[in-house]
């Protein structure tokens, strides 16, 4: 009677390792190179030949495979964990139904064994999502080389104050935060952050946002525009272009880590420092940025890799103030009198006759300038209930005469009229 054949299964990698220690004990292959193709210590190969030496190619199969683990959980558990899920927690993922199993059942599993146990039943069709790859990029070699700008929506105040938005400016190259608070992110905000930011450090060569539309404007392209070859600019845009500063767009808030990490600490650092502040105003809470943004650069930001300074120097401040607004061109009515923003601004009246169109700038402290051919103009504002409104033309109708029915006495008439001239004319008439 011939003896049992004994069946061992081992995977490609065991085969693989089993082929160059056959190779050892056949001295082709020494151990130290042995060691370099399996991927083991020289220690963990002379082991291994060892084992396959004493006890065949058994030797290379792992002594627990086909032993139960001493971390397994019993099958009754796993079976009263299971149904716990179903129960309760069927719409719920393998991590968040763990920690309800934890806290309200006692029941300690890991949300892996779970994940396992649900892929298992086909019950859990969800896959971890795997993160984009992106490149790192490395910071900018000089100061001022390019600017990240961006707002942050938090409740900074706790509920202690109104709500308001971060505007906040971080140098590419160093790392160092500028930032204000401001009520909401829209263009005046923007740009009055900027013209304070530039007053401190001067005008970057770039600046690196996302495409909100303060930022980017969202209109699509007029067929002006597309003759000129141009793409619609929003205020900030255009604002931008007049001082030589380069927009990018990023396409991803990834792209500008750098900011968004900054925001993170914010919310966490500044949060607990303005409420041990009590600070329940916007006012306060842009005096203790103030105070606070030095200490925070001094501690957090980095030397850049170049010396120098590429910032350039801000214009006077007449002419930033003139940039730094936004400007829409009106048209001047025949009594002088121009409409903006549901106010309305009366020009002088030798000027009035002259000019057909201006451009009215809205200035970030409030006011408002008229200004035509790059002079600006003298106007004053006026109430609506004292213009002069013109008095509508009333149409014209028609007035057409009525249709005589076929029995009015006219018609009548007529006929005795026509037929008594026909009678004079020789025309003989028949009546019936």
């Known amino acids: 009677m011939a003896a ?116 298992r039943e086909g019950k859990y069709g969800w896959e971890r999502k795997r993160r984009k790859h992106r490149q790192w990029r490395q910071r900018k070699e000089q100061r001022g080389e390019m600017v990240q700008v961006d707002g942050s929506h938090h409740d900074w105040l706790e509920g202690r104050g109104p709500q308001l938005v971060l505007m906040g400016y971080v140098d590419d190259a160093t790392g160092e935060v500028w930032a204000r608070f401001y009520e909401y992110e829209g263009t005046m905000p ?6 304070r930011y530039v007053r401190k450090y001067g005008i970057p060569q770039r600046i690196y946002l996302d495409k909100h539309t303060t930022y980017r404007s969202p209109k699509t392209q007029s067929i002006e525009e597309q003759l000129r070859g141009e793409e619609p600019m929003s205020q900030f845009e255009r604002a931008m272009k007049e001082l030589g500063v380069v927009v990018i767009h990023a396409h991803s808030p990834q792209a500008k880590g750098r900011i968004e990490r900054v925001f993170g600490t914010f919310q966490d650092r500044v ?47 007449g002419e930033l103030e003139r940039i730094l607004c936004m400007k829409e061109e009106r048209s001047v009515r025949n009594d002088g009198v121009i409409q903006h923003h549901n106010r309305f601004y009366r020009l002088d009246e030798r000027l009035s006759r002259r000019v057909k169109r201006v451009i009215v700038e809205d200035r970030v402290d409030g006011s408002v300038r008229i200004r035509h051919n790059g002079t600006y103009l003298e106007y004053r504002e006026i109430p609506p209930e004292l213009l002069v409104k013109p008095k509508a033309k009333k149409d014209k109708k028609i007035q057409r005469r009525p249709k005589p029915s076929k029995d009015h006495p006219w018609r009548k008439f007529r006929c005795c009229v026509s037929g008594e001239m026909a009678h004079k004319a020789g025309f003989v008439t028949y009546t019936s």
């Open 4 to 119: 049992p054949v004994r069946m061992v299964t081992m995977s490609i990698e065991e085969l693989r390792r089993g082929y160059i220690v056959k190779q050892v004990l056949s001295g082709v292959v020494t151990q130290k190179k042995a060691a370099e193709l399996i991927g083991l210590s020289y220690r963990q190969t002379k082991r291994l030949v060892k084992r396959v030496k004493e006890e065949g190619e058994s030797g290379l199969i792992h002594r627990l495979r086909g032993k139960r683990g001493k971390r397994k959980i019993a099958e009754g558990m796993r079976t009263k964990i299971m149904v716990l899920y179903r129960t309760y927690y069927g719409d719920f993922g393998p991590t968040f139904a763990s920690e309800k199993l934890a806290s309200l059942h006692g029941i300690e599993v890991s949300h892996e064994t779970l994940r396992l146990w649900l892929r």
């Open 271 to 317: 949060v607990k420092e303005m409420r041990l502040a009590g600070i329940e105003r916007k006012e306060g809470a842009n005096a203790f940025l103030e105070r606070y943004l030095g200490k925070y650069n001094r501690r957090f930001s980095v030397a850049p890799v170049k010396g120098g300074d590429l910032h350039r120097k801000a214009p006077r401040k």
């Open 190 to 195: 923007a740009l009055d952050s900027f013209m």
